[in-house]
């Protein structure tokens, strides 16, 4: 007999356990993770007609995993995660020479209906 797993409410097996979307910078220009670079996720156009900002900072591995709550349902729709590079080129641009280009970085993305329960990561290079 088949068993049909059952996954407490928000969550699934896309992103049990973690925030539904999760973000990584990458230095490449020295080769390391982007700490405490600014992080904000908004609705651009979501089905329920919500509307919200959330921000954080990544990490010391470059990383942000919970700019939203792990119970946190999807809505089908657009989104967009900004990266605030301008600050974090302020910041390092004195101990390793190198400023930036990009004042901020934009990636507008979007969830279809039948994704709503998977887990997003986007990565900045």
């Not at 979307?21 to 700490?35: C, E, S, W």
């Not at 004195?94 to 004042?103: D, E, I, K, L, Q």
Request: aromatic share 8%; charged share 20%.
């Amino acid at each position: 007999k088949k068993r049909t797993p059952s996954y407490p409410r928000g969550q699934s097996p896309g992103h049990m356990g973690r925030s539904p979307i999760t973000t990584h910078v990458l230095d490449t220009t020295r080769g390391r993770p982007a700490k405490d670079v600014p992080v904000t996720l908004a609705t651009v156009s979501v089905a329920d007609g919500s509307s919200w900002t959330v921000s954080g900072v990544t990490d010391a591995d470059g990383r942000n995993a919970d700019l939203l709550p792990v119970t946190h349902d999807l809505q089908p729709g657009v989104y967009v995660i900004t990266f605030e590079c301008e600050e974090y080129f302020r910041r390092t641009a004195a101990a390793y020479g190198v400023s930036g280009f990009y004042p901020k970085v934009s990636i507008h993305f979007e969830v279809k209906a039948d994704q709503v329960k998977e887990h997003y990561h986007v990565p900045l290079l």
